[in-house]
C-alpha cells in the first residue's frame, strides 16, 4: 500500500505512467493483473498516450488495445465487471448517450440530467404519488399544498401529482421533486449509506429534511422497480451489489484478477462509498490467497468534489481505512512537493488561501520555474461589475494574450478564463475575439490544465447550510468535518485550483473581496 500527495504542477501523471512501467518492466507483473484507475475518460486517454509512449521507449510489447483495458474509469471497470456478473444491464447514467456502448464516463463529468433520465424519474414520482397515500401527503407537506383529495374508489383516472418546484435548504436552485429526490439519494449513496434504510427519526435535522427523506425512501423504491422493468441500472446500485457479491464469494478469481494490481489518480475525489466497494475487493481478493496492492495519488488540496459525496478525508485517513500489515500498519507515504508549473508567486498566493482549511496533508510547494520580470502572483481587482466593465475586462484579455506571445510561451492557450458558474462565462465570451488563444471554462472543468495566464471572475463562496446533509454526513460516520465546513473547506480549495493554473501570472476580478479573496485581499 502506497499513497502519494501530489502537489499542483508536480508531475502527478508522470509519476504514474513511470510507477505503471517499473511495474511491467522491472518488477514483471502481467498487464492483465494491473489497472490504472483515472477520473475521466479524457483523462484515461491523456495516460494511455503516455504509458504507450514510454513503454515503446523502453521496448515493452503493449498496444492501444492493452492500454484501454489497463487505464479506465471507476465506471468503466465497473462495466466490465457488471456484463460478467449482473447481467450486463444498461446504465441509467448513458440515457441519451450518442453512442451508448461507449466507454462509461465518470457520472461526475455530466452536467444536468437528460431528457430520457428526466423522463423516467418523473414517471417513477407519477407511479409513486398514484399508488401510495402515504407519499402523496408527504408530498403536499412538502410543497406546502392542501392535503391531497383522496381518489374515489372505482376511479379510472390517476391523481395527478403536483409539479410545483421545490427547493431544499442548502440546494443553490428549485427542482421538481423527482430531481431533488434523485440529487439527494445519489448523494447518501455515494456516502455508502442505502435508501431504503435511512432512519428519519434517527437523522439530525429538522422535520422538513425528516418529511423529505421518508418521501424520498418511497419514490426511491418505485424508481429502482421501474429501472429493474426496463433492464436500467445506476452505477451506484452496481457498487453496492459487486461490493455485496464479492463479500459473500460470489466473484470467480478471474474476474477480479485485473483489479490485484490498482493505482488511482486524484484519490482526493473519490466517495465512502468507492472506498467500501476497495475494502471488499481487497477481503475478496485476501481469502482467495491473493496479495493485492494499492497506489494512492492525488492531492487533498485539489479536492473539489464534495457537493457530489467525495472527501479528501478519505485520502488523509487513507491508512484507517487501508491498514498495512505490519508493525507500523501504515502506508509508504510520498509528497511531491517541486511545482514545475507556476512562478513562487502564484504558489504562495494559492497557499495563502488554503490557510482556513480545517484538515489537510501539510506540505510546502517548491517552484522549479524561475521568476522573469512581469511575472507576478493574484493582482486581485476589487468592485468589479462585470456590466458595466466588459470592456475593460476584454481589453486586459487581449493585453495578456500579448504579453504570452511577446514571451513566445510554450503553452498552447494564453489565457485560461475561470469562473465557478457557466453565465460569466458565456456573456464574456459572447463579446470575445474568437481568434484571441483563449479558454473559458468553469474551475471544476480546468482541474489539470494550466495557461501563461489565469484571469478569475467571481468569486467561490460556499453555499447556505444544509441541514439534511450534514444530517448524512454524520450518520455515514467517515467523516470528522461536517458537510457545511467540508464546503467552506472546499470553497477555499477551488480557488486554490483556480490561481494554480496559472504559470506567470494571475487576475482576479470579484465585486467584494470575501472568503479566498478576502484572504488575498489582506496579504
Not at 503516455?50 to 513503454?55: A, C, I, S
Amino acid at each position: 500500500l502506497a499513497r502519494i500527495f501530489a502537489g499542483a504542477g508536480s508531475g502527478k501523471s508522470t509519476t504514474l505512467v513511470l510507477r505503471v512501467v517499473f511495474m511491467l518492466c522491472h518488477l514483471g507483473v502481467e498487464p492483465q493483473r494491473l489497472t490504472v484507475i483515472s477520473f475521466t475518460n479524457a483523462s484515461c486517454a491523456q495516460l494511455r498516450e503516455q504509458l504507450l509512449r514510454v513503454l515503446a521507449h523502453w521496448q515493452y510489447p503493449f498496444d492501444a488495445a492493452q492500454a484501454r483495458q489497463c487505464v479506465r474509469t471507476f465506471h468503466s471497470a465497473l462495466g466490465s465487471l457488471a456484463r460478467e456478473v449482473l447481467g450486463n444491464p444498461r446504465w441509467f447514467e448513458q440515457l441519451d448517450d450518442r453512442d451508448p456502448a461507449a466507454e462509461p464516463d465518470n457520472p461526475l463529468a455530466a452536467g444536468r440530467l437528460r431528457p430520457a433520465q428526466q423522463r423516467l424519474l418523473k414517471q417513477a414520482y407519477q407511479q409513486c404519488y398514484a399508488a401510495s397515500p402515504a407519499f402523496r401527503a408527504k408530498t403536499h407537506k412538502l410543497l406546502e399544498l392542501p392535503p391531497p383529495a383522496e381518489p374515489e374508489e372505482g376511479a379510472r383516472r390517476q391523481p395527478k401529482a403536483p409539479l410545483e418546484p421545490f427547493k431544499l435548504a442548502g440546494e443553490f436552485q428549485a427542482l421538481p421533486l423527482y430531481e431533488a429526490f434523485h440529487a439527494q439519494a445519489g448523494f447518501a449513496e455515494s456516502l455508502g449509506l442505502r435508501v431504503e434504510r435511512l432512519d428519519s427519526g434517527k437523522l439530525e435535522c429538522g422535520l422538513r429534511e425528516k418529511i423529505f427523506v421518508e418521501a424520498m425512501a418511497l419514490f426511491w423504491a418505485r424508481f429502482q422497480a421501474l429501472l429493474r422493468e426496463e433492464g436500467l441500472m445506476t452505477f451506484d446500485a452496481a457498487f453496492q451489489q459487486l461490493g455485496e457479491r464479492m463479500a459473500g464469494g460470489a466473484l470467480a478469481e478471474t474476474a477480479l484478477a485485473p483489479f490485484t494490481h490498482l493505482l488511482i489518480d486524484e484519490f482526493q475525489d473519490v466517495s465512502p462509498q468507492i472506498v467500501l466497494w476497495l475494502q471488499a475487493l481487497h477481503r475478496r481478493l485476501a481469502t482467495q490467497g491473493t496479495a493485492p496492492s494499492l497506489m494512492a495519488i492525488g492531492d487533498d488540496w485539489q479536492s473539489i468534489y464534495g457537493w457530489r459525496g467525495s472527501s479528501p478525508e478519505l485520502f488523509i485517513d487513507f491508512d484507517r481505512h487501508f491498514p498495512s500489515r505490519g508493525r507500523g500498519r501504515k502506508s509508504a507515504l510520498l509528497v511531491l512537493e517541486t511545482n514545475y508549473r507556476s512562478v513562487e508567486p502564484i504558489i504562495r498566493d494559492g497557499e495563502k488561501v488554503l490557510a482556513g482549511v480545517r484538515f489537510k496533508q501539510d506540505k510546502t510547494c517548491r517552484a522549479f520555474r524561475p521568476i522573469q520580470p512581469g511575472d507576478h502572483g493574484v493582482k486581485l481587482v476589487q468592485r468589479f461589475d462585470l456590466r458595466a466593465q466588459l470592456p475593460k475586462l476584454l481589453a486586459e484579455i487581449r493585453a495578456q494574450c500579448e504579453h504570452a506571445a511577446a514571451r513566445e510561451s510554450s503553452e498552447r492557450t494564453a489565457v485560461l478564463l475561470l469562473s465557478r458558474r457557466n453565465e460569466p462565462l458565456q456573456a464574456i465570451q459572447a463579446e470575445l475575439d474568437r481568434a484571441l488563444p483563449v479558454k473559458g471554462m468553469t474551475i471544476h472543468r480546468a482541474k489539470g490544465l494550466q495557461a501563461e495566464v489565469a484571469i478569475v471572475v467571481d468569486d467561490c463562496l460556499p453555499g447556505e447550510k444544509h441541514p439534511l446533509r450534514n444530517a448524512l454526513y454524520a450518520a455515514s460516520g467517515f467523516f470528522r468535518n461536517s458537510y457545511d465546513q467540508a464546503m467552506e473547506d472546499e470553497s477555499l480549495r477551488l480557488a486554490y485550483v483556480a490561481i494554480t493554473r496559472g504559470v506567470s501570472r494571475v487576475l482576479w476580478y470579484t465585486r467584494k473581496a470575501q472568503g479566498a479573496t478576502a484572504l488575498l485581499a489582506r496579504r
